[in-house]
């Protein structure tokens, strides 16, 4: 649909989701959404709102007023909404961070869709189940902590958090049964190897977060920098035949379940992920 096909298109009936923190014009959330909606022709649109830290309740109160639809939580609001909406899943509760909410009724309820969408990220493009698997998670961020809870909801065997911090590696590791904290030697044992750390990331620290000789060609390598899409760690796995996954898969997944559980349609993977991948190019 072209820029004034879609403008015309927006009416009395427009359902509105948006996307709320600060700094929040640099996000790629209204492009994916919009092009999900677009591409399943539905009359939903949506925005990007700059809310400061300490106005989450406010927001809260206009989605609730405006009868916003759907909202996406960005930095700084993550642990304020967790604190704010009226019912928060498990995720939310354990990690204290909420990146969607969605209308249940009345209710506003705190969703965490990152975790769960690195899981289905893997199942989805590589047919991987973790359930049963020897991972080790590099990081131990906001991300790192999404995706170490979902692991061990997901059933993995063994799970060790690997971090720069000792401190913060010990929190992650609290987030799931099968984790504790470790050390870079133990990844040629493990079947996953998960970068969340921000190594690789344009802007961010430069290399890869692996010394290439501790990877093996057994491994699962993903990496959930999303920028840029190829990174020092998945040029190494590859070299040596390992199978990977970088973070664009994680980025659309975690915005497809957020699509599904406001609309509940099934998300249009294909056009999200060329939204994005659209975004990254004119970067
Ligand atoms: P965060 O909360 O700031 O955590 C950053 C992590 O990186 C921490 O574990 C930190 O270690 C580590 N780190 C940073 N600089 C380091 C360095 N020089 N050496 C060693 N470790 C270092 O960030 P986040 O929100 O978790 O995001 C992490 C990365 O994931 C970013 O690149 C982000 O873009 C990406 N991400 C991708 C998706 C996706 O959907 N694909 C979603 C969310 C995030 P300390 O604990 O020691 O500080």
């Not at 987030?175 to 050390?183: D, E, N, R």
């Not at 060609?217 to 020092?232: E, F, G, K, N, R």
Request: charged share 15%; proline share 5%; hydrophobic share 45%.
């Amino acid at each position: 649909m072209s820029g004034v096909g879609s403008l015309l298109s927006i009416r009395g009936t427009t359902r509105l989701a948006a996307v709320i923190g600060d700094p929040v014009r640099h996000s790629r959330s209204p492009s994916i959404h919009n092009a999900a909606f677009a591409a399943l022709g539905i009359d939903w649109v949506y925005l990007a709102f700059p809310v400061a830290g300490g106005q989450g309740h406010d927001a809260l109160r206009a989605m609730r007023t405006l009868g916003i639809d759907g909202l996406s939580v960005t930095m700084p609001l993550k642990g304020e909404i967790a604190g704010a909406v009226d019912r928060r899943t498990e995720a939310v509760a354990r990690l204290g961070a909420c990146n969607c909410v969605a209308r249940d009724g009345n209710e506003l309820v705190g969703h965490n869709t990152d975790g769960g969408g690195f899981v289905a990220a893997l199942k989805s493009e590589l047919g991987c189940d973790p359930s049963g698997s020897r991972v080790a998670v590099i990081g131990a961020g906001g991300a790192a902590r999404a995706i170490v809870h979902a692991l061990g909801q997901s059933g993995v065997d063994h799970l060790v958090v690997v971090n720069r911090s000792p401190d913060n590696a010990a929190v992650a590791a609290a987030l799931a049964p099968q984790a504790v904290v470790g050390s870079l030697d133990l990844l040629p044992d493990v079947d996953i190897v998960v970068n969340a750390t921000s190594i690789g990331m344009e802007g961010g620290p430069p290399g890869s977060p692996v010394p290439a000789d501790l990877l093996r060609s057994h491994h699962l390598v993903a990496d959930i920098v999303y920028q840029p899409l190829d990174t020092p760690l998945l040029r190494d796995a590859r070299l040596i035949g390992a199978q990977t996954i970088g973070g664009l898969g994680m980025l659309v997944h975690q915005a497809a379940i957020a699509f599904e559980l406001w609309t509940g349609l099934a998300a249009p993977l294909d056009a999200m992920s060329e939204a994005v991948r659209i975004g990254l190019a004119d970067a």
